[in-house]
C-alpha cells in the first residue's frame, strides 16, 4: 500500500539519522516504538480526506486502489489543513 511504505520509508530514514518530513514531525511521535501506529493514523488521515495523493497528475481515491509504478512516477501527499478565519 502506497500510504503505507511512504510512512515506513519516512521512519527508516528518520531511524538512520535523516531529519524528519515535516508531516513527521507534526505527528511527534517515538518512531522507534509506533511506527505501526503512525501508519494507522495516516491511513485514517487518507480516509477522512485529510491527506491526498495524487499520482501521475490523477487523485487516488481508495486505499486499494492498485497504481503501477515506474521510475517516472510522480506521487505527491498533501496534507490539508484548516484556515482560521472567514
Known amino acids: 500500500m502506497l500510504i503505507e511504505e511512504r510512512v515506513r520509508a ?19 511521535f517515538d518512531l522507534d516504538r509506533i511506527t505501526d501506529k503512525i501508519v494507522d493514523r495516516a491511513l485514517t488521515a487518507f480516509a477522512r480526506g485529510k491527506i ?28 490539508l489543513v484548516q484556515l482560521k478565519g472567514g
Not at 519516512?10 to 511527534?28: H, I, K, N, Q, Y
Open 52 to 79: 491526498f495523493i495524487i499520482v501521475n497528475d490523477r487523485q487516488v481515491t481508495a486505499l486499494d486502489e492498485e497504481i503501477p509504478i515506474a521510475e517516472t512516477t510522480e506521487t505527491v501527499f498533501l496534507k
Open 10 to 28: 519516512e521512519c527508516d530514514r528518520v531511524a538512520s539519522g535523516a531529519r524528519p518530513s515535516e508531516l513527521l514531525s507534526e505527528l511527534g
